[in-house]
């Protein structure tokens, strides 16, 4: 049980191995009945429609997940090349050694942003219902949400690619460095309606239960190389904060005789699936609007705003927070 339950919340929280899918193109599908998770001001041309996990003798065949990948820096061609010379039947990524005598390396780092983000989102519907009663379409959803929001500074991927060689004398900046992750179930009720001739409108009432969350609330980080002694000096001012059922962590501190860092835990890995499944102590709210106005019989203009809205995570509260100045001067070895 505590394997499956480590399992389900690697899945949810870290869903990084999974292919990328836009869902922009949800939003001109209107005869799909989800295309009103994106725009509630949609309406389905079914009477009556039933759908979600929960539910597939209804002839559904594969899950209704939805799984969206995005970064702001980098494509495929970007991290994946074919070599030169004796790698020139092989792909390499920019940090291989052969990208290095390439110039496929700095091609790289000159694409970085000085701030970058790789986003991951994966939703999995596990009912939805939609039924249209005279001027109105109303529907109900229960969804499984897990997003995930890794940042990095361009400085953070110079000094992994080429080490401090080029930075003496500078600061790197490490900031921007962090984990934004959550899982958590969202129960939708929504109501779409037409008004005159041009107007469609529409809205989702949203209750949020969430089950696990890791947020970096501030992360600035700076590397400076000495340029006479090569020693290594980091400024930290950081703070991160967790709610997950797993474990409690009672106390941290830095063990100087030992150089590391020691978290004290109190753990709760008994925990049952059922308990963090039906978890219902972080609660929160979020709302959805839509609007599509038809101009004319060929243009129409479309509007949403999604997940407006807020979680209270009460459950296994932790904050943990790093502001020191530490000087690295090498290993002495004999």
């Not at 309406?43 to 979600?52: A, D, L, P």
């Not at 929960?54 to 899950?63: E, N």
């Not at 039906?278 to 609007?289: E, H, I, Q, S, V």
Request: hydrophobic share 40%.
């Amino acid at each position: 049980m505590k394997k499956l339950i480590i399992i389900l919340f690697a899945i949810f929280i870290f869903p990084s191995v999974l292919l990328a899918q836009q869902s922009n193109t949800m939003f001109y599908m209107h005869k799909v009945p989800q295309s009103n998770f994106v725009n509630p001001a949609i309406r389905s041309e079914c009477k009556v429609h039933v759908g979600g996990a929960i539910v597939p003798f209804f002839g559904q065949v594969f899950l209704p997940v939805h799984i969206n990948y995005s970064n702001n820096s980098f494509g495929y061609s970007d991290i994946f090349r074919y070599g030169t010379g004796a790698y020139s039947d092989s792909l390499v990524h920019p940090f291989h050694p052969n990208a290095y005598e390439s110039g496929f390396t700095q091609e790289f780092l000159d694409r970085m942003r000085q701030q970058n983000f790789i986003n991951f989102e994966m939703h999995l519907n596990l009912l939805n219902l939609g039924i249209n009663i005279k001027d109105y379409y109303l529907t109900f959803n229960i969804t499984e949400k897990a997003d995930a929001r890794f940042g990095f500074s361009k400085d953070f991927i110079e000094f992994l690619a080429k080490g401090n060689q080029d930075a003496y004398g500078r600061t790197l900046n490490m900031g921007w460095l962090g984990l934004n992750a959550k899982h958590y179930r969202e129960y939708s009720l929504g109501a779409q309606r037409k008004f005159g001739d041009k107007l469609h409108a529409g809205a989702h009432v949203k209750w949020l239960f969430g089950k696990a969350n890791l947020q970096t609330t501030k992360n600035d980080i700076k590397l400076r190389t000495n340029p006479i002694s090569w020693s290594w000096m980091l400024e930290t001012d950081m703070q991160m904060s967790t709610s997950s059922p797993f474990f409690d962590v009672t106390n941290y501190y830095y063990d100087y005789e030992t150089d590391s860092l020691v978290f004290e835990t109190d753990s709760t890995l008994d925990v049952e699936i059922q308990d963090y499944m039906l978890n219902r102590k972080n609660y929160g709210f979020a709302l959805d609007l839509g609007a599509i106005y038809d101009l004319t019989d060929r243009i129409s203009i479309h509007a949403s705003l999604l997940d407006l809205g807020f979680i209270r995570w009460r459950d296994h509260p932790e904050t943990f927070t790093s502001q020191c100045r530490f000087t690295f001067h090498g290993l002495s070895i004999n």
